[in-house]
């Protein structure tokens, strides 16, 4: 077993492994349930998208899966724009969970069908 002396290490370490390649380490919006809310128990100071990405570097993993408790669709434009660029900065893939496979929820989600 190797051990890690950054969290950085570990998407490199994945990606090295026999069998391993493309095998990416991430986090949900759902790891942080609480910090973003739920229904009946907002938390005061609710972590936004791009908080939920600086979670992530702070991990030292690359990718951000946004599910339906942080649904990207309720963003605005610029704040689309803006979780865009800063997730290209920090260097972050994003990823976009949905419940449903409906073809109107899924246009809403940006996917191609």
Request: proline share 7%; charged share 15%.
């Amino acid at each position: 077993m190797t051990m890690f002396s950054r969290p950085t290490t570990w998407n490199a370490w994945c990606r090295s492994t026999p069998g391993g390649s493309g095998v990416r380490l991430g986090i949900s919006s759902y790891t942080y349930t609480w910090a973003i809310g739920v229904p009946g128990y907002p938390p005061e100071r609710p972590l936004s998208a791009v908080g939920l990405l600086r979670k992530a570097v702070a991990l030292g993993v690359g990718l951000v899966q946004f599910a339906d408790n942080l649904p990207l669709e309720a963003l605005t434009p610029d704040g689309l724009d803006r979780l865009q660029r800063v997730a290209g900065d920090l260097d972050v893939s994003i990823e976009v969970g949905t419940r449903g496979v409906a073809a109107d929820h899924l246009t809403m989600q940006g996917c191609a069908i």
